[in-house]
């Protein structure tokens, strides 16, 4: 009897025969789904037994004169003689106007930097359930997925806490509409700003990731990238003036790592280009 000869895709993905159902599909997402919250969970604990340090040392740290950044940038304007960089005059008094709001308070920033914490383990849980469904060029091509977002994801969270949170609260603790008006910040809005604007930041230094699989799906192209090079430079110029002190010294220390950012996103696009 003659043999049959089979083909085979080029490029198939691992266990091609084993077809898996919507609800065996949906099973495994839940089971990485709650290995993921169990481990937001016990780094939230952890931060929440740690209270002293995660408040006093992390999370009210910007807003004192001794913080590195602050002193830094003031030893930064003394040298460039642009007082306006010296941050380390601004005293933010924070108050609780709700009876429970500390409480409520501690539990949100527990989860907060249980999330924080737990990201990376999080990234890896997503990409264990996406890896069977890719070929494996597609596979062989994405090693260090998981490493390159974690990082990305750190080095935002970092850069956001070190200089966009300190600067965002001296712009906007010092602004005054009025020399009667004295500011007294709520510790629910100190908490939300510096929350919000480091997990935004965050997520924006996730942008050559979200650029790699836009190109790779058709919708974004290096040429279209280049083309609106200038319209994100003058973007990112303008959120620089907003949220940092009226010099310009400062505006350049928040666009240029933005703004490097995107060009490693043209790289990004670029390569994966070549390849489709």
């Keep these: 009897m003659p043999e049959v000869v089979t083909n085979k895709k080029k490029n198939p993905a691992p266990d091609p025969e084993v077809e898996m159902s919507f609800w065996d599909h949906l099973d495994t997402l839940r089971g990485h789904l709650f290995r993921?919250?169990?481990?937001?969970?016990?780094?939230?604990?952890?931060?929440?037994?740690?209270?002293?340090?995660?408040?006093?040392?992390?999370?009210?740290?910007?807003?004192?004169?001794e913080f590195i950044t602050n002193r830094l940038l003031c030893r930064l304007g003394e040298w460039a003689n642009v007082p306006s960089l010296c941050l380390g005059n601004l005293k933010l008094q924070i108050i609780n106007i709700d009876l429970s709001g500390q409480f409520t308070t501690h539990m949100y920033i527990s989860f907060f930097a249980g999330l924080i914490v737990a990201a990376p383990y999080m990234i890896?849980?997503?990409?264990?359930?996406?890896?069977?469904?890719?070929?494996?060029?597609?596979?062989?091509h994405s090693k260090g997925a998981v490493f390159s977002m974690s990082t990305l994801f750190v080095l935002g969270v970092l850069f956001s806490y070190f200089l966009i949170v300190p600067l965002t609260l001296s712009f906007f603790g010092s602004y005054k509409v009025s020399e009667e008006v004295n500011n007294q910040i709520a510790?629910?809005?100190?908490?939300?700003?510096?929350?919000?604007?480091?997990?935004?930041?965050?997520?924006?230094?996730?942008l050559p990731v979200f650029i790699y699989f836009l190109t790779k799906v058709g919708i974004v192209t290096p040429a279209?990238?280049?083309k609106?090079?200038?319209y994100t430079l003058v973007l990112l110029l303008v959120i620089a003036a907003i949220i940092t002190p009226p010099d310009i010294i400062s505006q350049i220390l928040v666009t240029i790592p933005l703004y490097g950012?995107?060009?490693l996103s043209i790289f990004v696009s670029g390569r994966v280009y070549k390849k489709l």
Aim: proline share 4%; charged share 20%; aromatic share 16%.
């Design 36 to 65: 993921s919250a169990v481990a937001i969970i016990v780094m939230a604990v952890v931060a929440f037994l740690n209270r002293e340090f995660i408040f006093d040392q992390l999370i009210l740290a910007p807003k004192e004169p």
């Design 187 to 206: 510790l629910s809005s100190y908490i939300s700003t510096v929350v919000s604007v480091t997990f935004a930041i965050g997520l924006v230094f996730e």
């Design 228 to 230: 609106n090079r200038k």
């Design 224 to 226: 279209f990238l280049k």
């Design 124 to 140: 890896w849980e997503i990409w264990r359930f996406i890896q069977p469904a890719l070929y494996d060029k597609e596979r062989k």
């Design 261 to 263: 950012l995107y060009e």
